[in-house]
C-alpha cells in the first residue's frame, strides 16, 4: 500500500475517532495569517505571562508594539491589536525591496540585561545600542535599531541574539512575512480567478497578504495560514521569574543585577502553536482573553483551495507535524523557493506527509483537500431526488474535477465519486458490496463544527438524511426500505444550518507533544475543518 492510500486510512479514521475532540470546542473560529504593516516598526521587549489551558499564567518575555503600528494586515481583519508584550512578537509584514527599520526598546527587568533582534537571511545594518555577540544589543532601558531590505520574500523567523537558551525559551521570537513585488501572471489564470468568483459569489472576502507567495507563477495560492511552533519549560520561566523578583529595581550592571538561569535539563510541558495550546490555540485571533497570545491555529478552507501555509519552528525541539487529509507540498525553506533542477518553471520541493518543524528554520507550503479518493460523494447527491441541489452535475475537467462553475457547490467535486453513495447497504455489511462502510451514525462522534455526517455542508447533511428516494437513474442508491446512512437531522450536535465540515486533526506526531501539562489532548494540536462551498468562512472570527 502507498503512502497516500496509507494516509488517506489514516485520514478516515482519525476523520470519525478524533472527532471526539471537536466536543471540545465551543466556537466557530477560523485563522489567517495577521501581523502588522511597516516597513518602519517599533517594537519593544517586555515581560508579562501567558494563558496556558491548564489554567497556567507563565512569566514570559515577548516582543511587542512601542506605540501604534503602522497598519494591520489583513485589511479584511479589522479587530487587530499589538500590545507592548506578545508571544509570538507581532508578525512583521513587508514587500520585497522595501526598505525595513525595526527599532528595539528594552523594556526587561534591568537583571535580564540586554536583549536584541536577529533577522536570518537578510543584510542587517545594526545601529546605536551596545555590542554583542552577534549584534547590536538594547541595554536595560536602552534603544537599538535595525536596518535592512527585504531582499527576497518569503517567511523567515526573528528572535533573540543575546543569551539565546534563555530569551528565545522565555518568548522573544516572531515572523516576518515578505510579500513579493509583483503579482505573478498565473495568479490571475482560470483556477484561482475561479475560487475569487466562488469567494465573491458566496460573499466571502478575500484574507489573503498576497496572491502569490514567491515571484514565480507556482506560487499563486488562494488562502493562507501561519504557524510558529515552539514548546516552553515553566521551570524555567519559573527560576527567571524568582531571580527577577529578587533582583527587585536594581541597576543595570550593579553587581547582582544579573540572572542565572539553567537552561538544562530542558523538561518542556507546554506545546505552543502561535504562543497557544489547543484548545486554546482554536479561539479566534485577537480573542481578548488572550491580550499577549493574539494569534490563533484553526485553518478552513474549501475542497479545492491551495492554501499557503507558513511555519516556523521557533522553540529548540524539532516537531514533526501532520497535516492530516493531504501531503504538503513544500515551495521553500527559509525563503528558499525550491524549483525543478531541470524546469525552473516548476516546483521541486517535496511532497511531505509530515512536515518537520526544525528549530531556527521557516517553510512555506501548500496544502489542500479535494475529496479524490474517498470513494463516496462527499455532498451526498442522489439521482431522481426532487432536490435541485442533490441533483447537480459534475463535468470532469482535464484531472477529474467539476471547476467549470464556480458558483456551484460542488464547484471543485471530485467527479469519478459523483453520486456514489457512502454504501449500498446498511450500517457495518460490508460483505453486501458497500464502497466504504462507516461506524453506526448512532455512536458518530461530533462537534459543533462537524455535522455528524460522511457528507459536507449544511446542505448535503439535511438532503442525506434517511433512506433515499427510489427512482430510475438510482442505480447504486439504497431502496427506501434500507436504514438511512446519516444521522436524523436535529439529532447531531451541530445545527445542519451551521458549518459543518468534514474536521481533520493537525498535530505533531511526537505524541508527547499533543498534551498540556501531561494532559491529552492539548498542546500541538489544531483541527483543520474542509467547509463545502456555501459556508461563509470569515477568518476575522
Ligand atoms: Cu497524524
Known sequence: ????????????????????????????????????????????????????????????????????????????????????????????????????????????????????????????????????????????????????????????????????????????????????????SGCTGALHAANLTAEQFWGEADFRLAAAA?????????????????????????????????????????????????????????????????????????????????????????????????????????????????????LARDGNLILSQTDATKLGGRLEFTTDTTPGQAFDGIFYWSGKGLNWDPYGHHPGSSDPSATLACTPDANGYNTGAPTAINFWEWCQDHNKPVQVAPFGDVASGGPATLPDPNIFANGPWYGGSPYLGPDATLRATGCMPSGAAQTNAPNCGATGSTPPSGTIANSPSGEAGFAFMWHSHNEREITTNNIFPGGMLMMMLVDSREFVIDESK
Not at 514533526?320 to 493531504?326: D, K, T, W
Request: net charge negative.
Open 1 to 184: 500500500m502507498n503512502a497516500t492510500n496509507t494516509k488517506m486510512m489514516i485520514s478516515k479514521s482519525r476523520l470519525l475517532v478524533l472527532l471526539v475532540l471537536a466536543l471540545l470546542l465551543t466556537a466557530t473560529t477560523h485563522a489567517a495569517a495577521p501581523g502588522i504593516t511597516g516597513p518602519a516598526f517599533n517594537l519593544m521587549a517586555q515581560a508579562s505571562s501567558i494563558s496556558q489551558p491548564d489554567g497556567a499564567a507563565v512569566y514570559s518575555w515577548g516582543y511587542g508594539c512601542n506605540g501604534a503600528p503602522a497598519g494591520f494586515a489583513p485589511a479584511a481583519i479589522t479587530n487587530g491589536f499589538c500590545n507592548s508584550m506578545q508571544v509570538p512578537g507581532p508578525t512583521l509584514i513587508v514587500t520585497e525591496n522595501q526598505t525595513v527599520t525595526v527599532t528595539l526598546t528594552n523594556n526587561l527587568p534591568a537583571a535580564a540585561g540586554n536583549t536584541s533582534i536577529l533577522f536570518p537571511g537578510f543584510n542587517v545594518t545594526a545601529t546605536g545600542g551596545v555590542a554583542g555577540l552577534m549584534t547590536q544589543e538594547a541595554a536595560p532601558g536602552g534603544t537599538v535599531t535595525y536596518t535592512f531590505t527585504a531582499s527576497s520574500p518569503g517567511t523567515r523567523a526573528y528572535y533573540s541574539g543575546t543569551q539565546g537558551d534563555l530569551q528565545v525559551e522565555m518568548g522573544l521570537y516572531g515572523a516576518i512575512i515578505v510579500l513579493p513585488a509583483s503579482v505573478p
Open 214 to 330: 514567491y515571484d514565480h507563477a507556482s506560487t499563486c495560492y488562494d488562502r493562507e495560514y501561519l504557524f510558529q511552533f515552539a514548546e516552553m519549560d515553566p521551570k524555567v520561566h519559573a527560576a527567571a521569574l524568582a531571580q527577577v523578583t529578587a533582583a527587585g529595581n536594581c541597576t543595570a550592571g550593579a553587581p547582582g543585577c544579573s540572572l542565572s538561569v539553567p537552561t538544562e535539563p530542558y523538561q518542556p510541558a507546554y506545546f505552543l502553536i502561535n504562543g497557544r495550546s489547543m484548545p486554546d490555540d482554536m479561539d479566534p485571533n485577537y480573542a481578548l482573553e488572550y491580550p499577549h497570545q493574539p494569534y490563533n491555529g484553526n485553518p478552513h478552507m474549501h475542497p479545492g483551495e491551495l492554501t499557503l501555509i507558513r511555519v516556523i519552528g521557533q522553540g529548540r525541539w524539532q516537531h514533526p507535524f501532520h497535516e492530516h487529509g493531504n501531503h504538503v507540498r513544500i
